[in-house]
């Protein structure tokens, strides 16, 4: 009898060992709740698309013009191309998957801002996860560029490329 006693108290001391475990873990996971999320650095949230590959948002109590890095999206407002073959599809794209107001995690790359003075941005759905630059290209809506140093995400991009043309999509289909 008392062998039985002396592994339940074991037990009751192993349950109070995990309960506090579980406690202490629900504790730091509730202070990674989506307030700290939205004070970090890397949150933004848009305030306009201004063409396939650039948006306007709001960062750190400012709003700033960004260059989606690694991607190139037909031209709607260049003042020497005029509007490229699926510019304003690709822009409509973008005003589609980044409706004002859409809460984003943004990650910059080697170099912060271009010689026009916007910034270098991944940009990334907070509420989806979906990594927009990439998504541009997987659609056919984008082509891979690169903007040396930037250049993480360039294998991502040369394969959505690869993939979008072998499906025929987007760019790969209306502008041949």
């Given at each position: 009898m008392i062998t039985v006693i002396h592994t339940s108290m074991r037990m009751h001391?192993?349950?109070?060992?995990?309960?506090?475990?579980?406690?202490?873990?629900?504790?730091l996971?509730?202070?990674?709740?989506?307030?700290?999320?939205?004070?970090?650095?890397?949150?933004?949230t848009v305030k306009e698309v201004i063409d396939g590959d650039t948006i306007d948002i709001s960062i750190g109590g400012k709003t700033e013009r960004v260059?989606?890095?690694?991607?190139?999206?037909?031209?709607t407002k260049h003042p020497t191309?005029?509007?490229?073959?699926?510019?304003?599809?690709?822009?409509?794209y973008t005003e589609q998957l980044l409706?004002?107001?859409?809460?984003l995690r943004v990650e910059r790359d080697v170099e912060a801002r271009d010689k026009y003075g916007r910034l270098l941005l991944y940009v990334y759905i907070e509420r989806?996860?979906?990594?927009?630059?990439?998504?541009?290209?997987?659609?056919?809506?984008a082509r891979p560029m690169v903007f040396e140093p930037n250049t993480a995400h360039m294998a991502d991009f040369?394969?959505?490329?690869?993939?979008?043309?072998?499906?025929?999509?987007?760019?790969?289909?209306?502008?041949?």
């Open positions: 001391r192993s349950s109070h060992v995990l309960l506090l475990f579980l406690f202490t873990y629900a504790l996971l509730s202070s990674c709740g989506n307030d700290s999320l939205t004070n970090s650095p890397n949150s933004a260059r989606l890095i690694g991607i190139d999206t037909p031209e191309k005029g509007v490229e073959c699926l510019g304003p599809e690709a822009s409509a409706p004002k107001g859409t809460a989806s996860n979906v990594f927009v630059n990439l998504d541009l290209v997987m659609n056919g809506y040369a394969q959505a490329a690869t993939q979008a043309e072998l499906r025929n999509v987007g760019l790969w289909q209306a502008c041949r």
